[in-house]
């Protein structure tokens, strides 16, 4: 079986364009968490909640440029949006421990 890299697949995403952006989804920092194992490949791409209802087709295309790259077994493609987070709040200080009497 043909093994397949990181970079092939990196290589194949970036025939995939953002159709507002108009640059390839690689080079927008779009895919995360790519992984490859046995021939399985999984990857997600960011993007903006406004815009993720309609970028389902783009999903698809990422996912159909992987899955015709050769030793590739199977490829799983999620679109994931996620809204802008405020500053992380600080855990609550433990509470000191009650001491005994001697």
């Known amino acids: 079986m043909v093994q397949i890299s990181e970079d092939q697949i990196l290589q194949a995403l970036k025939s995939v364009r953002d159709p507002d952006r ?3 989804i690689v080079s927008l920092g779009m895919v995360t968490g790519l992984s490859v194992q046995d021939g399985r ?3 997600a ?3 903006d909640p ?3 209802p309609k970028l389902e087709g783009l999903r698809q295309e990422a996912q159909k440029a992987v899955e015709a790259l050769p030793g590739v077994a199977g490829v799983t493609a999620a679109l994931t949006a996620h809204s802008a987070r ?3 709040q600080p855990a609550p200080a433990p509470a000191a421990a009650p001491v005994a009497p001697p």
Request: hydrophobic share 40%; net charge negative; aromatic share 6%.
């Open 45 to 47: 791409i960011e993007v």
């Open 41 to 43: 490949v999984s990857f």
């Open 86 to 88: 405020g500053p992380a």
């Open 22 to 24: 108009g640059q390839d």
């Open 50 to 52: 406004a815009r993720g």
